[in-house]
Structures are given as structure tokens and as C-alpha cells.
């Protein structure tokens, strides 16, 4: 039997960051949370998809400002409706101050096997910038906790090129998760969103963005450190000890199926990408009802989002298996597209691969507009 992913997106926080502009709720009481899983739980029982579930992505918002019983509740229709993998990874996010070891040992008991903590920075001047409502000892801690508890596959996310943020702010930062030795480390540019609050600081002069040579330095950086100590670069922005790559995550890069439950939660199920609407109280009464048909992909759209996707991944598009699964040769099929690529230094071409350069890397944008 075929095999697909689960994200479930629970879209509930303790505080809005400052650079969030996903779709999370800091002020909802209790009654919307608890009719908000009532919802969700109608939504997986309606699901009629008949595939075996090889990962499981818990994601938000904040997940863990939930009741362990909320997730618990999730999981167990889940496993109701589907058949999961014996070896499937299920991963939930976790903010330091929202969650504690009783916590941590409740996922564990439940089937949680992979934890995600949202750091973002070590320094706790950063952690403010940022509006994130902990600080590096709430992190240490919590680790430390799951470690206890049992958990052997841990991520940290960082951020880097944020607003006063220095090379050697980064080199400290690094180097204190090392000496914790997480499996997966995942290390993401800022990026200014519209109509977030950092945004609006930086448009008012109140706050100023790091240049981009110096956030080209960090990355590079953080690539020579991370590598150094025996973390795999996999993808542009995730680092891994071998085996430990995100499962999960390298499934939406090499195009396989996955469905979403939430608020605002993206699918793609035979070649058509769909999602819920973005409106809570719209999610809440009219769950079944609430799928939008975003994308019906033809041949081309399919081979394009491919290959953007696969390009994503340091070792990139495996030329044998595009042609197995597209039934054409990817560099006659995108012959204008790679040779432009190739002239600019963006790609490169091997026996068996189509993957970004040094360059491309730094550049990875302009390669893929090529695909869209």
C-alpha cells in the first residue's frame, strides 16, 4: 500500500511573534480551542484517502500550548482512521515556555517520537527583538527534560540575519547547541513579512536589517561549523547527523503526497494541490465542507514543481528518477532552463544529478522562477 504524510496545524500561541505572519491566534479562550478540536477531529474522520502514514507533522502556531490530552485526542483518531507505519516519525513543534517535562513524557507515551523546539537564538536580546516568550534557560531546560523522558531525535530551529545580529553572535549560538548535540539542526534566513510587527519597525527606522553580504557570511558560516562537527547539510536550510534527516519534510521536497488538518492546512493528493480556508470561526462550524481546490497540475506544472522542489536538497534532482517517474529525460525536457542555469553558474549537471552550485545556493530564488 501506498504511503502519505499527516500535518496537522494547531494555530494557537501563548504570544504573536514579532516576524510571524502564519495563520496563529493569541487570544482565543478555551471554548474555541476545545470546539477547534472538535473540528479537527470531525475533519480527519471524514478523510477518505486509504494510504498508510509514514510520518506525522504536528505544526503551528504552537502546539504545545495545548493540553497534552488536545494532541493525545488527535493522535488516537488518527490511528483510528489509518494504518501507521510501525516505524513512522511523528514530530510535534514545542516553544520552551509552553511546555514541561509532564508534558514531554505524555507525547512520548502517546507515540511522539520527534521534537522540534522553536529557539530561534541563544542570545536573549535576540529572543526579545524577536517577541519570543522565553529565553535561553527555559531552552536548556526543556531539552535537557526531553532527554530524560526519552526522546532521541531532536530538532532545534535558529534563525539567522536578524536586526543587530553579528557573525560571532551566530559562532556562539552554534556552538552552545553543538555541545547538546541535537540530531537535526534548522537554521532559517529572516525573511520580512508584510504586515508583521518587525516589518513595521524596520519600515519606520526603528530597527535596521542586517546587509546581505554579512547574512551571506553567516550562512556560510554556519554551513563550515555545522559540517565540521558532523552534521550533514541536506537541504538549504536544514543540517542533520546522517539518519536523522526529516522524513517528513524530504517528503513534500521529493513531491509525495501528504494531507493537512487545520485551519489553513495545504495537501496534495493526486496531483492536486488543495487546502482549508484561513477563517476560524469558518474552520470551526464547517470543517468537511471547507477544502479549496488550489492547483490541478498538468504534466508541465507537475515536472516544474519537481524540480523546484528537488532542488531545495544539497545532493538535488536525481536525474534517473525524474525520467522513471516523468517518462522523459529532465535535461532534453528542461534543456532551455538548465543550459540558461548552467551559463550563470547556478547549476550543475553530473551522471546522475541536476543540483545547485556554490553559487546557486546563494542564488537559490533566481533558479527556481526557472520552474515556476
Not at 489509518?82 to 516553544?95: H, L, M, P, Q, R
Not at 520580512?192 to 557570511?217: A, H, N, P
Not at 519534510?249 to 495545504?266: R, V
Request: hydrophobic content about 35%; some cysteine.
Amino acid at each position: 500500500m501506498q504511503e502519505f504524510g499527516i500535518y496537522v496545524h494547531l494555530p494557537f500561541c501563548q504570544k504573536k511573534c514579532k516576524y510571524c505572519d502564519f495563520i496563529s491566534f493569541d487570544m482565543c479562550d478555551e471554548t474555541v480551542k476545545q470546539r477547534y478540536l472538535q473540528a479537527i477531529l470531525r475533519e480527519i474522520e471524514a478523510c477518505e484517502i486509504s494510504k498508510n502514514v509514514a510520518t506525522v507533522y504536528i505544526g503551528g502556531g504552537t502546539p504545545s500550548v495545548l493540553p497534552a490530552e488536545y494532541v493525545a485526542r488527535i493522535l488516537e483518531k488518527i490511528q483510528q482512521k489509518f494504518i501507521i507505519e510501525k516505524d513512522a516519525e511523528i514530530t510535534i513543534e514545542v516553544n520552551p515556555r509552553t511546555v514541561n517535562v509532564e508534558k514531554l513524557r505524555k507525547y512520548r507515551e502517546i507515540g511522539i517520537n520527534r521534537l522540534s523546539i522553536g529557539l530561534q537564538a541563544v542570545q536573549n536580546r535576540l529572543l526579545k527583538l524577536l517577541g519570543r516568550v522565553h529565553v535561553f534557560t527555559d531552552f536548556e531546560k526543556v531539552y535537557q527534560e526531553a532527554r530524560e523522558v526519552g526522546f532521541k531525535n531532536v530538532n532545534v530551529d535558529l534563525m539567522l540575519g536578524l536586526p543587530t545580529q553579528t557573525l560571532e553572535d551566530i559562532k556562539e549560538g552554534l556552538q552552545k547547541i553543538i555541545n547538546l548535540e541535537p540530531e537535526h539542526i534548522s537554521l532559517y534566513s529572516l525573511i520580512l513579512e508584510e504586515g508583521t510587527e518587525l516589518e513595521k519597525l524596520v519600515f519606520e527606522k526603528r530597527l535596521e536589517m542586517i546587509s546581505e553580504d554579512l547574512e551571506r557570511q553567516m550562512y556560510w558560516e554556519t554551513k563550515k561549523i555545522l559540517e565540521k562537527n558532523g552534521y550533514f547539510h541536506y537541504e538549504i536550510s536544514n543540517f542533520a547527523k546522517k539518519g536523522f534527516e526529516s522524513r517528513h519534510n524530504l517528503g513534500c521536497w521529493n513531491q509525495e503526497e501528504y494531507i493537512g488538518f487545520g485551519l489553513n492546512a495545504h495537501s496534495y493528493v493526486n496531483k492536486k494541490r488543495f487546502s482549508n480556508g484561513e477563517n476560524l470561526e469558518e474552520y470551526i462550524q464547517n470543517t468537511n465542507k471547507n477544502k479549496i481546490l488550489q492547483e490541478e497540475q498538468t504534466f508541465e506544472g507537475q515536472a516544474k514543481e519537481y524540480m523546484m522542489l528537488g532542488l531545495r536538497k544539497i545532493e538535488g534532482v536525481s536525474i534517473s528518477e525524474f525520467e522513471q517517474k516523468f517518462q522523459v529525460h529532465p535535461l532534453f525536457y528542461f534543456r532551455f532552463e538548465i543550459s540558461k542555469l548552467e551559463q550563470d553558474g547556478l547549476l550543475e549537471v553530473d551522471l546522475d544529478a541536476i543540483r545547485l552550485t556554490k553559487k546557486g545556493l546563494d542564488f537559490a530564488n533566481r533558479v527556481f522562477e526557472e520552474f515556476v
